[in-house]
Every structure is written in C-alpha cells, then in structure tokens.
C-alpha cells in the first residue's frame, strides 16, 4: 500500500506541470480587454443556440429539399444587394456599386423576385460589404472586440454599422408586421441552417472555441475591409499580444500578399547580386543534404465561417 500511495504521489507532478505551463502561457489580448464578459455571453450564445437555434435549423433543413432552400438564400442575398450597393458606393467603388445593381435588376427580374440567381451563371459576381466595412476604409478603428447577445462576435466599429445597416434593411419598411418578422425570422433560421456542418467543424478541431471564433472573426473581417489583400500584419505573434514590448511594433520582413506592388516598408531584402557567383563548400554540402525551393510566406486568410459572425 506505500508504495501504492507513493507512487500515485509521485504521478502528481507530472500530471500538474502541463496545467501550469497552460497556466503561464495564457495572455490577454489586446484588442480583447473584456475578453472575461465577452466570455461569459459567448457561453450563454452558445446554450440558446443549442437548445433553441441548432434544433430549429436542422429541423428547417430537414423538412425542405436543397432547392427550396437555395432559392429561399437566393431571395434573401437578392435584398442584401441593396445594402452593398449604397455601401460600394459609399467607399468610392461606381464600378463595383454598378455591377451591384445590375445583380439586383438582373435577379429580381429574370429570376423572379431573386429566387433564382441568374447574374452569377453570367459573370456578374457577387460582393460583400456593410458599414461597418465602409467605416473602417474611411479608417476608423475596430475597437474593443466585442460579444453581443444573440448576435455574436463584433467590434465597437462593426456594433455601429450592423446599426445603421438595419435602417436600410429593405424588409424594415414591409407594412405588414406579420409578414416582415416571418421573413426576418425565416432569414435567420436559413442562414444558421447553412451554417450547420461548419459549428460541426468548429466543436471538432477548436481547442478553445471561443479564441478560434475571435480570432476568425477579427482576421475575416480585416480581409473583407481590404478587398482581400490586407496590408501586412505585425511579425512577431508572441510579442503582438503585449502592446508594451516593442518587437510589438515591428514590421515583418516577409511581404504578403499586397506587397508586390506597393513594395516593403519594413525589414529590406538582401540585394541581389546581377553576376552569379560559386557557391562556398558549406553552402553547397547545405544544397546536398536536402535543401528545396524558399517560399516567401503570405496572409493567411480564414475560410471558416461561424454563423455567429455573419453580419
């Protein structure tokens, strides 16, 4: 039995110290100072969901076929081009704000009413912007990162423009208050229900769903303010999450993806010299034991989309 007892003691330490190393790792970040609060409402988001939204959605795509409920997204991405439009052209893109016209006209005529979407097959892409982008091309900042209740991931920035977002909701002028919030809620139930295998995703691969779905979000939203090609971000990850440290402040030396036109502004490449020249012994037994090609790192932009963060 002492021996028993002994070495179950001994087992202690061991079982302790990755609690500890998790313990010390941990760091707040910056553009999460209410991270505790913001917590504590992404728990309570994630219980309505399970017990109220997840049900609804799965028994929404349980009882309508894959047509019905395209042309059902169809009907509803058709009435979201309004608001692109207005906010293309309020960013200082006619020719973006053109094309989104022409979808609206384009599907609400020849696809009757928007069920279906014939401006895609045509090559009139769809965009996707709101006023919390528009906000932040003028160059205002995201803010604090915020949880809201019910709706999810957001920002101070993101907060306002989902606001001013909804006065220009065309379905906010409907007359009839039965069938405006029966359509409001069908567009919610619909857009959970797309998202259904994604929260299954999440709840697999996330360690820690809540820093997954911040991080997400913040990343996805940078990149959908730029157009997909977001300027470089800070270099070092570890010394990004302490504004105190200037190695917090430094520029990468790696260009992304919207570098190579604009050219560098941190750290500059080594020049390189026109006249090849022989490679030193190191340098070729290097080359020998298995050296590839160099690839110059770029963005990485999340492709996951948490039904919590769509605007």
């Known amino acids: 039995m002492f021996f028993k007892l002994r070495a179950k003691r001994s087992l202690l330490p061991t079982l302790l110290l990755p609690l500890v190393l998790l313990g010390g790792c941990a760091t707040t970040h910056p553009g999460d100072p209410f991270e505790p609060v913001n917590r504590a409402v992404y728990k309570f988001n994630d219980g309505v969901d399970t017990v109220l939204f997840r049900p609804l959605a799965q028994g929404y795509r349980a009882v309508l076929p894959q047509f019905v409920r395209t042309s059902v997204s169809n009907f ?30 384009m599907n609400s005529t020849l696809g009757l009413g928007g069920l279906f979407d014939i401006a895609t097959p045509l ?9 919390g982008q528009t906000l932040g091309r003028w160059g205002v900042g995201g803010g604090p990162y915020l949880v ?5 991931p957001s920002n101070i920035r993101d907060t306002v423009g989902r606001a001013v977002d909804s006065y220009g909701d065309p379905l906010r002028y409907m007359n009839d208050i039965r069938w405006r919030n029966s359509l409001v809620g069908t567009r919610f139930v619909n857009q959970r229900a797309e998202l259904l295998d994604t929260t299954t ?37 570890n010394s990004r999450l302490d504004p105190g440290n200037p190695l917090a ?40 034991t298995g050296g590839g090609d160099d690839e110059t790192p770029t963005a990485i932009t999340p492709v996951v989309r948490v039904w919590v963060s769509t605007p």
């Open 123 to 131: 090559g009139v892409e769809k965009n996707n912007e709101d006023f």
């Open 201 to 237: 995703i999440l709840e697999t691969a996330a360690l820690d769903e809540y820093l997954f779905v911040r991080d997400a979000y913040l990343q996805r939203r940078r990149n959908l303010i730029y157009d997909g090609t977001p300027p470089r971000e800070k270099f070092d990850e």
């Open 76 to 105: 509803f991405s058709n009435i979201n081009d309004v608001l692109v439009c207005l906010n293309n052209l309020l960013q200082g893109k006619p020719t973006a704000a053109y094309a989104d016209l022409g979808r609206f006209l």
């Open 249 to 288: 402040h430094a520029q990468s030396p790696f260009p992304s993806s919207g570098d190579a036109d604009a050219g560098l502004t941190g750290t500059p490449w080594p020049p390189v010299s026109a006249t090849p020249t022989a490679p030193s012994s190191a340098g070729a037994a290097a080359d020998n």
């Open 148 to 152: 809201l209740p019910f709706l999810g």
